[in-house]
């Protein structure tokens, strides 16, 4: 498989690979604007095909990783590591000593990025949601 990375990312695209995923639908609007706000976007494409991506945002001192998604028919090739990759060496790349990688996942999740380094935060359990 021929996968190719780039940081172009369409509302559409956006809004389409987290459908696949079942992640609750977000307004064009407010996708457009979050997009506008990220830091960091990654994406990965088959054949000129959007099936990857996954984003960032940052003070310079941390960073929240959101959005990392591969369309299910993607899934098990490697996409998702690449894309984590990809975002480890821009993060290396930068200026700052010290960042603090922050994200959250689910229990299904937590191989995923054991295997990539990231450590369970025991215990820091709070947060809100608005909705
Ligand atoms: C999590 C996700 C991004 C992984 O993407 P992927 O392209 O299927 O993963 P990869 O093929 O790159 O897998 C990389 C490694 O992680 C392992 N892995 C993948 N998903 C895993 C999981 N849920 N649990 C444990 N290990 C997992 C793979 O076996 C592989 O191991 P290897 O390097 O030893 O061969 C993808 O399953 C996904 O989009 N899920 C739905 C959206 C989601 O929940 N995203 C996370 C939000 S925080």
């Not at 994200?103 to 215990?123: H, N, P, R, V, W």
Request: charged share 20%; net charge negative.
């Amino acid at each position: 498989m021929n996968i190719a990375y780039g940081s172009t990312l369409s509302v559409e695209d956006y809004c389409t690979l987290r459908k696949s995923v079942g992640f609750y639908d977000i307004s064009a609007e407010q996708v457009q604007r979050a997009l506008d706000k990220s830091d960091y976007i990654i994406t990965a494409s088959v054949d000129g095909m959007t099936v990857g991506m996954a984003r960032f945002i940052s003070d310079g001192t941390q960073i929240l990783v959101m959005d990392v998604v591969v369309h299910p028919d993607y899934q098990g090739y490697g996409i998702g590591k690449g894309l984590m990759e990809q975002m480890r060496e821009y993060i290396e790349s930068t200026e700052y000593d010290c960042m603090l990688v922050n994200l959250l996942t689910d229990d299904s999740k937590i191989g995923f990025y054991a295997k990539l380094g990231y450590m369970k935060a025991e215990g820091m359990r709070l947060w809100l949601q608005h909705t």
